[in-house]
């Protein structure tokens, strides 16, 4: 498993965003993996966290995930999420996701949410269209390595 990139002030994945998650996600170049811990400071309504939070998370893990398989950026075209049990505050929770197939310019991928006990909390699809060649070098600048190594990102890191 290698850690992916991260851009520093993301809500998701930035270690300068002060109110953000701070989440590392980690590939084994066919998926998508991360393990997080969401405070009480993220609910959505008494002792559950809000579902889009649950959703932001599903989106960036799947982005990702489209990534590694085309060696492209993505941004969200569409995102169709299922929540199938609350998400308890303070419970470690395991996020996967897998990209699926491309049809038609647009790239798809799936991720699911579970709960320490293998309980699938969150399920999600999403549909991916690629960042414009041109666009993508000025994002990649915008990226580092994780663990940070003055380096910079470019596709074959992904």
């Given at each position: 498993?290698?850690?992916?990139?991260?851009?520093?002030k993301c809500f998701i994945c930035g270690k300068?965003?002060?109110?953000?998650?701070?989440?590392?996600f980690k590939t084994d170049n066919e998926r998508v993996?991360?393990?997080i811990k969401l405070g009480?400071?993220?609910?959505g309504y008494q002792d559950r966290?809000?579902?889009?939070?649950?959703?932001?998370?599903?989106?960036?893990?799947m982005g990702w995930a489209c990534s590694i398989k085309t060696k492209r950026l993505f941004f969200t075209a569409?995102?169709?999420?299922?929540?199938?049990?609350?998400?308890?505050?303070?419970?470690?929770?395991?996020?996967e996701a897998e990209y699926t197939t491309t049809k038609h310019n647009l790239h798809f991928a799936r991720g699911i949410l579970k709960n320490n006990k293998g309980d699938v909390l969150v399920v999600s699809e999403?549909?991916?269209?690629?960042?414009?060649?041109e666009e993508e070098g000025e994002i990649l600048k915008l990226l580092h390595h994780e663990p940070e190594d003055n380096k910079p990102v470019s596709l074959d890191d992904i």
């Open positions: 498993m290698r850690n992916l990139p991260r851009y520093k300068e965003n002060p109110i953000g998650l701070n989440i590392t993996y991360a393990t009480s400071n993220y609910i966290i809000h579902g889009g939070i649950a959703a932001s998370i599903l989106d960036e893990a569409e995102l169709k999420v299922k929540y199938k049990k609350p998400i308890p505050p303070d419970t470690s929770l395991t996020v999403g549909k991916y269209v690629s960042v414009k060649p």
